[in-house]
């Protein structure tokens, strides 16, 4: 659409311009024989009606190289001729084409009103009769591709920062830096205990599974570091232990320690 509007309005504008150059040079043309005329020794004949429409060029004159009268279709190019054609054409039927384009975006926004939202995330650009959509669909029967989609898909969570993105929105190279959320204090009792049994809380719903039989969460981790320093009874126990637990025996900490 914005190619053909390009070439409906772009193409009269340079004629409406180009007639106006020639216009100009004309009068040019017509004042310099004049003053030339006037200049002489020999008296000008009186004007008729017959000779105003007539203008006497040298054709020596850089404005007569230069430019070409519209009435002298002899010296016009051909595509000057198809140009100004066209003009006038268009510039008859403008208020039509004016109603057309109109009529035609009020109809596209219409349309595009009614468009559906697509009923899954699966959307396909191309169709179904493309080689690479076939592909697509032949990859669907597969039984990689089943159990790929069976199995789900690794996820990461994480606490204490903020959805930001710092990056150069016009580089997708750039990447963000982290950003901390000030308002997320695990420290507090409510906060340990609620961190500690997130995770077995979250991993007994029906969607969600370990990514390997040993993975423990770091909260459950910190707390069984803490049980097994508390019973070695000093025995070996972990140097940051000693200097910061204050002896505890799993979680919660007290706020100050943790």
């Known amino acids: 659409l914005d190619y053909i509007l390009c070439v409906l309005l772009v193409f009269p504008a340079l004629c409406i311009y180009d007639k106006a150059n020639l216009k100009a040079a004309s009068e040019e043309k017509k004042s310099l024989c004049c003053n030339l005329s006037c200049g002489g020794k020999k008296k000008k004949k009186p004007k008729t009606n017959d000779d105003a429409s007539v203008a006497v060029v040298p054709q020596d004159d850089s404005a007569h190289a230069a430019h070409v009268t519209l009435d002298d279709a002899d010296n016009q190019s051909?595509?000057?001729r198809i140009l100004l054609g066209y003009y006038r054409v268009f510039h008859k039927l403008r208020w039509i084409i004016f109603a057309a384009c109109l009529i035609g975006t009020v109809v596209s926004g219409i349309f595009a009103a009614g468009l559906q939202l697509p009923a899954d995330s699966e959307v396909r650009l191309l169709g179904e009769d493309v080689e690479f959509e076939k592909a697509f669909y032949w990859r669907q029967e597969l039984l990689t591709t089943t159990l790929d989609k069976a199995s789900g898909a690794p996820t990461a969570l994480?606490?204490?920062?903020?959805p930001a993105d710092t990056?150069?929105?016009?580089?997708?190279?750039?990447?963000?830096?982290?950003?901390l959320d000030e308002d997320f204090d695990p420290a507090p009792?409510?906060?340990q205990e609620y961190?500690?049994?997130f995770c077995e809380e979250f991993f007994n719903q029906p969607f969600a599974s370990r990514i390997a039989q040993d993975f423990v969460c770091p909260m459950n981790e910190?707390?069984?570091w803490l049980q097994d320093n508390a019973n070695n009874n000093g025995n070996g126990n972990n140097d940051a232990y000693v200097e910061s637990c204050q002896g505890a025996t799993g979680l919660p900490l007290p706020e100050e320690n943790f």
């Open 78 to 80: 051909l595509i000057r």
């Open 158 to 162: 994480c606490w204490g920062v903020e």
């Open 167 to 179: 990056g150069n929105y016009f580089d997708p190279k750039s990447g963000s830096l982290l950003v």
């Open 189 to 191: 009792t409510a906060s």
């Open 195 to 197: 961190l500690l049994n």
């Open 222 to 224: 910190l707390d069984q």
